[in-house]
T-cell receptor, first 114, second 114 residues
Framework: AQKITQTQPGMFVQEKEAVTLDCTYD???????LFWYKQPSSGEMIFLIY??????QNATEGRYSLNFQKARKSANLVISASQLGDSAMYFC???????????FGKGNQVVVIP | DTAVSQTPKYLVTQMGNDKSIKCEQN?????MYWYKQDSKKFLKIMFS???????INETVPNRFSPKSPDKAHLNLHINSLELGDSAVYFC?????????????FGSGTRLTVV
């Protein structure tokens, strides 16, 4: 079974600072994808960034970057220059070919303070 | 144009009633999903359909019955609603069952059973 672990409690971040959200995963497969989603208080699930297991470079999307350490099975999300609008719940998720689903971690709550 | 649209956005109903949630995607994806987000924000897959065929049916009560009339639609019907069914239900789609090309989520349906 897929297992995604996000253990950090709720985090308060100063505006304009960077924040790192931890995610570790457990799989014996070689082919998989790692995703981060943002869920603001309005409730929608917003895709942020994707890392394929065979990608050699860390994924980046604007202020979001994924620190992928395959041997340690970690896929931490880094948000640079935090903005008030970054306050949300953040979910790490994994997909494995043949497993036909996206498995989610329990999420990290982030609050950006001015 | 909304990629994955689900209706209604909010649904308040009494115990014992039967209700349906509709989902449509205009992305041309082959695979659609229903996820349930509980009060602790944990997201768990319920069902997955690929080209109208059921490929995942997690441990979900028989009162929940998905229906896929075509690959662009996946509806969720719930019979004899119970208090514990209160949750946010998300529809999602992906290009293929492996989902390694990404998942797109609808905006969610908040179901409240009273």
């Amino acid at each position: 079974a897929q297992k995604i672990t996000q253990t950090q409690p709720g985090m308060f971040v100063q505006e304009k600072e960077a924040v790192t959200l931890d995610c570790t995963y457990d799989t014996s497969d070689q082919s998989y994808g790692l995703f981060w989603y943002k869920q603001p208080s309005s409730g929608e699930m917003i895709f942020l960034i994707y890392q394929g297991s065979y990608d050699e470079q860390n994924a980046t999307e604007g202020r979001y970057s994924l620190n992928f350490q395959k041997a340690r099975k970690s896929a931490n999300l880094v948000i640079s220059a935090s903005q008030l609008g970054d306050s949300a719940m953040y979910f790490c998720a994994m997909s494995q070919y043949g497993n036909n689903r996206l498995a989610f971690g329990k999420g990290n709550q982030v609050v950006v303070i001015p | 144009d909304t990629a994955v649209s689900q209706t209604p956005k909010y649904l308040v109903t009494q115990m014992g009633n039967d209700k349906s949630i509709k989902c449509e995607q205009n992305l041309g994806h082959d695979t659609m999903y229903w996820y349930k987000q509980d009060s602790k924000k944990f997201l768990k897959i319920m069902f997955s359909y690929n080209n109208k065929e059921l490929i995942i049916n997690e441990t979900v009560p028989n009162r929940f019955s998905p229906k896929s009339p075509d690959k662009a639609h996946l509806n969720l019907h719930i019979n004899s609603l119970e208090l514990g069914d209160s949750a946010v239900y998300f529809c999602a789609s992906s290009q293929d069952p492996g989902g390694l090309n990404g998942y797109t989520f609808g905006s969610g349906t908040r179901l409240t059973v009273v």
